[in-house]
């Protein structure tokens, strides 16, 4: 027969233990990003419209813009206005533009993706996410 104290003394030890667990685990990921120079950024669902003066987006260049918790890339061409989540299609960390290799690089886990957005290299099997942009007369609403 089972000594209910017995079970109760045990029953909290697998409890601290597995806490603990969950708790390192808990810690790791953020101590890791850290240390590794990854920025994992917030939910983009979350984030509101980002709003930008076309007028002062300059031509054919890329432009990284940090708004509410994200991270996206605005370009202005001839034919508009377009936007990309900057956010790696893995785990979420921030994405950077190497100009002189024309890609996106993931510094996470060496996720690459092309001028395009498309994955090319590493764990990411999904695109980088295009953003919805609306144009009024003088401004570009971006996402939202
Ligand atoms: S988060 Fe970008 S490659 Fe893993």
């Given at each position: 027969m089972i000594d209910p104290m017995e079970f109760k003394v045990a029953?909290?030890?697998v409890f601290l233990a597995r806490g603990c667990g969950v708790l390192a685990a808990c810690l790791t990921v953020p101590l890791w990003?850290?240390?590794s120079g990854c920025d994992v950024a917030q939910d983009e669902?979350?984030?509101g419209p980002l709003t930008v003066t076309v007028a002062e987006l300059p031509l054919d260049r890329r432009v990284r813009l940090e708004h509410d918790g994200r991270t996206v890339e605005v370009t202005r061409t001839a034919g508009g206005v377009t936007a990309r989540s900057l956010l790696c299609t893995h785990q979420g960390c921030n994405v950077r533009w190497i100009e002189n290799e024309q890609i996106y690089f993931c510094p996470c886990h060496?996720?690459?993706f092309n001028a395009q957005g498309q994955p090319?290299?590493?764990p990411p099997r999904e695109s980088l996410r295009e953003l919805p942009v609306t144009l009024t007369s003088t401004q570009a609403v971006i996402g939202g």
């Open positions: 029953g909290r030890r990003n850290l240390l669902e979350t984030a060496d996720g690459r090319i290299y590493g």
